[in-house]
């Protein structure tokens, strides 16, 4: 039997049997990793709330032939216990772990900068210094940047003009006048700042923006992220309600036990 130790963050989980549970892991030094989570679903486990979205753990495991098995399980920080509180940030939270999810495509394949930008995502959320909003599309971001899809912001995507007119996502970001594609958006100069200032950090200027810009941002930066991917991040859904339309969170229900085929 193969055992190996790791840290990371719980992704996600799904329902395996009557009794056990695959979680879905973003580890420091192994990356995406699947494993089997024996007994935990009983009242008896001696390690089930530990794994639970949202928990930076440490782990053992033991290699399978198909999936590994967790065999201990000791919590680092229970993010979710702070952000099941407050649905803007439990709801961003839940964006960060789909997007995670989603940006590391293989199994064990070494992914440290995707772990600890989600790391430092969820802690920040949780600290709660910033809006949620700004704190997710920094991370979005920042992460579409260590997987080599950073936007054009300071420079014309196609022909590295300063001045910038329109940002163009099928461009790769901003573009000039002269290569500006039809059907492209005219984000106020503001706007581009803000996404600037998310991408580089500056948190000062970025808590000083306005909200419309903020709202314009973040339309521009989901829009993105999502093209890239390929795929709508379901989360964002619940990111965008209205406050009149928000429930309020009572556990980490977005990644638990998702009735997807474990196959």
Do not use: N
């Not at 892991?25 to 935990?40: E, F, N, P, S």
């Not at 639970?52 to 495991?61: K, S, W």
């Not at 936007?151 to 003009?161: H, I, M, R, V």
């Amino acid at each position: 039997m193969s055992l190996y130790r790791d840290e990371g963050v719980v992704l996600r989980t799904q329902k395996l049997g009557e009794a056990d549970r695959i979680v879905t892991v973003l580890a420091k030094r192994t990356g995406k990793i699947r494993a089997v989570a024996k007994g935990v679903r009983r009242t008896t486990s001696r390690f089930g709330a530990r794994l639970e979205p949202f928990t930076h753990v440490d782990l053992q495991l033991h290699t399978g032939r198909t999936l590994d098995v967790v065999t201990q399980a000791e919590t680092i920080r229970p993010y979710g216990e702070s952000l099941a509180a407050d649905y803007p940030r439990y709801t961003a939270g839940s964006a960060m772990l789909e997007t995670a999810d989603r940006l590391t495509h293989g199994e064990k394949e070494p992914a440290l900068r995707q772990f600890l930008l989600l790391v430092g995502g969820l802690r920040t959320l949780a600290e709660g210094a910033h809006e949620a909003r700004l704190v997710l599309d920094a991370y979005f971001l920042r992460s579409l940047a260590v997987a080599g899809y950073a936007p054009a912001l300071d420079a014309c995507a196609k022909c590295q003009a300063p001045a910038v007119r329109a940002f163009a996502i099928v461009a790769g970001g901003a573009v000039c006048g002269g290569c500006r594609p039809a059907g492209s958006a005219v984000p106020a100069a503001e706007t581009m700042g803000l996404m600037t200032a998310l991408l580089r950090g500056d948190w000062a200027r970025a808590d000083a923006s306005e909200s419309r810009h903020r709202s314009e941002c973040s339309g521009l930066v989901a829009a993105y992220l999502q093209w890239h991917l390929e795929h709508g991040i379901r989360s964002l859904r619940h990111v965008e309600r209205e406050p009149s339309e928000r429930p309020t969170p009572v556990s980490a229900s977005f990644w638990s036990d998702s009735a997807a085929d474990p196959a």
